[in-house]
């Protein structure tokens, strides 16, 4: 369930900031008359999104099982591969975001009405596209209880209520740290769902070693336990792990975890001084920059 809260909480948050960002952008510029074509492409995109998510859930059903399979596990292998897009782009782009919607909504402006829509659609369509494939792919690799949708929802709406308040200036976010955190989380919940696909995989006849397990441990964490599901809707933890999933968990979350850490916390590096060796001693003390 938290798994799914934090995407919702993330994904929602960034569909929110984009929204107040051009709501922002028109009425310190005294351009509310053109709200409404931002709200009609913001309204097409939320349709779009659900209809795309109603389309994960109903599509494969009467499929075979191997198909269900088949397609569940390809979708979140594909879910996968744009969350860690996602979290990579906005740890680059989040301080340029503002900037970039100004700009691409000052050009639709000048093309026309039509336009204004378009770019709307756009712009809340693709993170409303991808909140779907997330929360499709966390809610599929948590289980079929209430929990992981109840999550989900807790954390969209979250999202909106947050959005609003920031749009209205009652809550400032840290969005550096907000996105820093959420990222080392998700790389985790990603390889979870890695993980959760590559057993679809195997189930569906696509991958082999289905029964090669790399470890078993249902008696000590047994899944219907409390902990077992709380694993399960935190981490996406399978008590019965197979070699190839443990290994594509293990080259997944290492690498993308080191990447992602020393891109996001990195910071740039100060350049390195050398004292003057006449100055003297009472001279000011030297300033430093700050990250």
């Known amino acids: 369930m938290f798994a799914n809260y934090l995407i919702g909480l993330r994904e929602g948050l960034e569909a929110a900031l984009v929204i107040g960002i051009l709501v ?39 499929l075979s099982f191997e198909a269900q399979e088949a397609i569940g596990g390809t979708l979140s292998i594909v879910a996968v591969g744009l969350i860690t897009w996602m979290i990579f782009w906005m740890g680059k782009t989040a301080r340029f975001l503002k900037t970039n919607l100004e700009t691409a909504l000052e050009k639709a402006i000048a093309v026309g009405k039509g336009a204004i829509v378009g770019m709307a659609l756009i712009a809340v369509g693709r993170e409303g596209l991808e909140t779907a494939l997330f929360l499709w792919a966390g809610i599929e690799a948590a289980g079929s209880s209430t929990g992981p949708i109840t999550g989900a929802v807790l954390g969209l709406l979250t999202a909106i209520a947050l959005g609003y308040l920031i749009y209205r200036g009652a809550v400032k976010l840290n969005l550096r740290a907000f996105f820093q955190w959420t990222g080392v989380f998700l790389v985790i919940v990603a390889g979870g769902v890695l993980a959760y696909g590559i057993h679809d995989l195997q189930e569906a006849g696509i991958l082999p070693g289905l029964n090669n397990l790399a470890f078993d441990v249902s008696a000590q964490v047994p899944p219907s336990s409390w902990y077992g599901t709380a694993l399960k809707g935190i981490f996406n933890f399978s008590s019965a792990t197979t070699v190839l999933q443990a290994i594509a968990w293990v080259a997944y979350v290492v690498p993308v975890m080191w990447l992602f850490v020393r891109m996001a916390f990195g910071g740039p590096k100060r350049p390195a001084t050398k004292p003057e060796p006449s100055a003297p001693a009472t001279s000011a003390p030297l300033t430093t920059t700050t990250a």
Do not use: C, D, H, M
């Open 24 to 62: 922002a952008y028109l009425v310190k510029t005294n351009r509310r008359e053109l709200l409404p074509q931002v709200w009609l492409g913001i309204g097409i995109a939320v349709i779009v999104s659900f209809a795309f998510g109603a389309i994960l859930t109903l599509g494969p059903q009467g």
